[in-house]
C-alpha cells in the first residue's frame, strides 16, 4: 500500500524442478598410461589428462525423464535414465572447455540444474633425461674404459633410451639402453666405451648425450640430455729419481797433486 494505492491481486504458482543432488565423475585414461579408472565421488570441475574418458553420473533431487549436458556452451550430450532414477553420460577430454547439466522440469521445459564446471585438459609431459655418472667432461688416455649412465623419468612412462655418440664430430652413433612396451616411469641404463676399439689418438674427443620417448601414443615426446665429452690426453709417465748406492767419490784412482803417502 502507498498513499492508499493498492495493486490488483496476484496468484504465485511454486513449482519443483529437478537439481542436481549429487555428481559422481570416472575417469578412463588412455590405454598407454597404464593408470586405473579414478572415481570421484563428489565430482565438479575437470581436470584430466587429454584423450581421458569421462563417464557422469547423475543424481537429480527429484525423478526426471531426461536432460543433457551442454558443453562449451555450444554442443550438448544427452543424458540417458537409468533404473534408480539416476542419469549417465559421457565425453571424452580434447580440449579446455566447461559443461553444465540441464534436467527435464515437470512442464517439460529444461532447466539449469547446476552450476557452470570449468575442463582442463592436462598434456603428456615430455620426459627427462640426464647422467648418472660421470655427468661432465672427461679427461682419459686412449685405452681407457669409461662406464657412462644415463637415467630417464617420464609421468606415463619411457619407451626407448638411447645413448647416441660422435668421434671427432664424424656421424653420430646410435647404442640402444632400453627399448620396452611396459610402463616404466623411470629407467636407469648404462654403457661401456672401449676407447682402444674406437681408434682414438691424443688430442682426439669423443662427444655423446643420452636420448628417450615416453609412451604417449597420441604422439611420442622426446628430450636429450647435456652434451659431454671424453678428451683424449697422452699417458701419464712417472719418473723416478736413481737413489745413489755406497760410499760416493772414496779412495781408488791415482792420486792427483797435493796427494801424501
Known amino acids: 500500500i502507498a498513499d492508499g494505492v493498492v495493486s490488483k491481486e496476484h496468484h504465485m504458482k511454486v513449482v519443483e524442478v529437478p537439481y542436481v543432488q549429487r555428481l559422481e565423475l570416472e575417469y578412463h585414461f588412455p590405454a598407454y598410461t597404464g593408470l586405473e579408472p579414478q572415481k570421484i565421488e563428489d565430482g565438479g570441475d575437470i581436470a584430466v589428462l587429454r584423450g581421458t574418458d569421462v563417464l557422469l553420473h547423475i543424481f537429480p533431487t527429484m525423478k526426471t525423464p531426461g536432460g543433457r549436458i551442454t558443453l562449451n556452451e555450444k554442443d550438448s550430450l544427452e543424458l540417458t535414465p537409468q533404473a534408480d532414477g539416476s542419469l549417465t553420460a559421457s565425453f571424452k577430454a580434447e580440449r579446455d572447455g566447461s559443461y553444465r547439466v540441464e534436467l527435464k522440469a515437470p512442464s517439460g521445459e529444461m532447466v539449469v540444474a547446476s552450476p557452470q564446471y570449468t575442463i582442463d585438459v592436462l598434456d603428456d609431459q615430455a620426459p627427462s633425461v640426464s647422467f648418472n655418472r660421470p655427468g661432465r667432461d672427461t679427461s682419459v688416455s686412449s685405452i681407457e674404459e669409461v662406464f657412462v649412465e644415463a637415467a630417464a623419468q617420464d609421468d606415463f612412462g619411457i619407451r626407448n633410451l638411447e645413448l647416441v655418440y660422435s668421434v671427432n664430430g664424424g656421424p653420430e652413433k646410435v647404442v640402444k639402453l632400453f627399448s620396452g612396451t611396459s610402463r616404466l616411469p623411470e629407467v636407469t641404463a648404462g654403457h661401456t666405451f672401449y676407447l682402444e676399439e674406437l681408434g682414438v689418438e691424443t688430442g682426439d ?57
Open 205 to 261: 674427443s669423443v662427444s655423446y648425450y643420452a636420448r628417450a620417448s615416453d609412451n604417449d601414443t597420441s604422439g611420442a615426446k622426446t628430450a636429450s640430455s647435456n652434451l659431454y665429452f671424453l678428451r683424449i690426453r697422452p699417458f701419464k709417465k712417472d719418473f723416478k729419481q736413481a737413489q745413489s748406492q755406497g760410499g760416493g767419490g772414496g779412495g781408488g784412482g791415482g792420486g792427483g797433486a797435493g796427494q801424501v803417502e
